[in-house]
């Protein structure tokens, strides 16, 4: 137990330290590259400001590569870390043949973020949900969930965007954003920035471990797309989204491939593993080996039917229960899991197995 708390401990350290990479031009890239773009930002509210002095950081995709799937990030109010700093969202970028993730940084200016309209102020250029007034942050009313009778620092000013809002979460490549950045925003990425603070890694961490939040599950429509404090999943203050940014069709390969196995939803898609018949030249271990192998595929199809039959029941459960769609993603998920599992216990199974099948034997005639 105390060497598995360990090993959590140190692999969350490495996520959180390769969140805190930060490139010495400002832009850091999250050295993974994805050959497909993540789903549209979805539609959502925002949560009202908890306290003074919190600044929204935007919703986004952000990359599993265990799971191979994108999974949204909700989007959260934070406490600025310095006084007069803003916070430059992150965005995906087509460059090098695949996707990469340009990492947020906090600064006393908003850079480049991709042109993405991540709404809440973050509109593909700058900022308009707020700005410091000496050692005050003061909120856009506008664009900004505030209630003015706790949080007096506000003003109203109405944003004319003359720009047709695009969903689209990402920059570049086949239907990406086209933006560039200005040279004023250029500038931007020599000042001094601070990247992701704690709450922010913590909050990745959480969302990350999160099924439902895979767009594979959720298909672009999250069911927490925001929350009032980062790491606050549940409560009044988790908001979810409304509806997707956009359809979101993935790659086929690219929701149902891991490592070139085809992962199965459920036990009814498992097939027994079958090896050639073996012809070694001796009857008596081919024989030997054939009943092994027919007692091995009677046991697994054993497996799957006990596996089948308790899925089928858990959506039996769910039908009679009116289940909503959160719970049901959730049970579609472990179904795949499970399914996973036996399906890679039966292929080490099989090898195994195999590794015992007699092989043909030839005697050299003399010449």
Not at 127 to 149: D, L, S
Not at 175 to 180: D, K, L, N, Q, T
Request: glycine letters at 10%.
């Amino acid at each position: 137990m105390r060497h598995s708390i360990r090993n959590l401990a140190i692999r969350n350290l490495l996520i959180a330290l390769a969140m805190l990479v930060t490139a010495s031009a400002g832009f850091a890239q999250i050295g993974i590259s994805v050959s497909f773009g993540p789903p549209a930002i979805p539609v959502y509210e925002q949560p009202i400001c908890p306290a003074v002095g919190w600044l929204w950081a935007p919703g986004y995709w952000a990359w599993d590569p265990d799971f191979g799937d994108y999974y949204w990030v909700p989007g959260t109010w934070v406490e600025a870390p310095e006084v007069g700093y803003l916070w430059t969202p992150g965005y995906w970028g087509w460059g090098g043949g695949g996707f990469l993730f340009h990492e947020g940084y906090w600064g006393p200016h908003v850079g480049f973020y991709g042109g993405i309209y991540y709404g809440f102020g973050y509109f593909g250029n700058g900022f308009e949900g707020g700005r410091w007034q000496g050692n005050q942050f003061f909120y856009n009313r506008a664009v900004m969930n505030v209630n003015e009778t706790v949080i007096h620092n506000v003003y109203n000013t109405t944003i004319v965007n003359n720009t047709t809002i695009n969903r689209v979460s990402y920059n570049g490549g086949q239907g990406g954003i086209s933006v560039r950045p200005t040279p004023e925003q250029l500038s931007v990425d020599q000042e001094r920035h601070i990247p992701p603070v704690a709450a922010q890694v913590q909050h990745l961490q959480t969302a990350r471990s999160n099924p439902q939040l895979r767009a594979s599950t959720n298909h672009g429509a999250p069911p927490i797309a925001a929350t009032a404090r980062p790491g606050e999943f549940k409560g009044e203050g988790a908001v979810p989204a409304k509806e997707a940014g956009a359809p979101y069709h993935p790659p086929a390969k690219a929701t149902a491939d891991r490592g070139g196995v085809t992962q199965p939803a459920h036990a009814s898609d498992l097939q027994p593993h079958l090896a050639p018949a073996p012809n070694s030249g001796n009857p008596g271990l081919d024989k030997k080996y054939q009943q092994q192998q027919a007692q091995l595929i009677q046991k697994q199809n054993q497996q799957h039917a006990q596996l089948q039959q308790k899925q089928e029941s858990d959506h039996q459960r769910l039908t009679q229960q009116n289940a909503n769609d959160a719970r049901k993603q959730q049970v579609e998920q472990q179904h795949q899991q499970q399914t996973t599992q036996l399906e890679q216990k039966h292929t080490q199974q099989q090898q195994h197995l195999e590794q015992k099948q007699p092989q043909a034997h030839y005697e050299e005639r003399p010449r």
